[in-house]
């Protein structure tokens, strides 16, 4: 079964309809969205398994819905991975509280959480949605030592960090000196190639990405 049919037969969980008809403010764990998540990009026999999430398969990732509308710079957020664990400069109790949350939401704290706007979700396509995960999905990373080997702690458990994206340059710049000279050029041969499972257009904006560019 190729990508694109395989894509077109995949049951994506949906927002619960309490939580897009709610008046309030509210996240809600998704264990459901975690699932899927894993059977479609990452387990081994994944659906549409892509082989730079095999890291995360010893990975715990806690999954939100929110219905919070989010922005920044005038465009929506409708996507952030961040560590499990509390980050920041955050007093002791308000480091406890915080880890009480995710705790009533998880039963532990993940190596990471990703949270996904619930009412773009419910409208967007397919492929919108499929590679919207997956833009969260490459966030959670493993960290590297500098000889680009993973690098874990002194149990034998890796040790996770987000990560930035692959290119940051601007249109001009590769415009006027080139992919080589500017290092995109697995990025332009990724794109003249086309997509492996379906076009998606993706007018948004990913809380992770935001933070780090602030």
């Known amino acids: 079964m190729g990508k694109v049919t ?31 998540a894993r059977s479609a990009f990452i387990a081994e026999d994944a ?12 990975a715990d990732i806690g999954f939100l819905w929110t219905n919070v509308e989010n922005s920044r710079r005038g465009s929506r957020i409708i996507g952030q991975a961040e560590l499990g664990e509390p980050q920041g400069a955050m007093g002791r109790w308000a480091k406890a509280r915080a880890k009480v949350q995710v705790r009533g939401w998880f ?9 996904i706007d619930a009412l773009y ?23 590297r030592d500098p000889f680009g080997a993973p690098r874990f702690n002194r149990y034998g458990q890796p040790i996770w960090t987000i990560r930035g994206h692959d ?9 006027r000196y080139g992919a080589e000279a500017t290092g995109v050029r697995d990025l332009v041969e ?15 904006l990913c809380g992770t990405c935001q933070r780090s560019a602030a």
């Open 47 to 58: 659906v549409l398994i892509n082989e730079d999430h095999a890291h995360l398969r010893q």
């Open 6 to 36: 395989a894509l077109r037969r995949l049951a994506r969980p949906q927002p619960p309809r309490a939580l897009l008809d709610a008046e309030g403010e509210c996240f809600l764990p998704a264990p459901e969205l975690a699932e899927w």
């Open 121 to 143: 979700a419910a409208e967007c396509g397919d492929a919108e949605f499929c590679s919207l995960l997956e833009h969260e999905l490459y966030h959670c990373a493993q960290e």
């Open 107 to 115: 039963g532990e704290v993940p190596d990471f959480i990703i949270t």
């Open 167 to 175: 290119v940051e340059e601007f249109i001009g710049v590769v415009r």
């Open 190 to 204: 990724a794109a003249n190639r086309g997509p492996e499972i379906s076009r998606a257009r993706v007018a948004h």
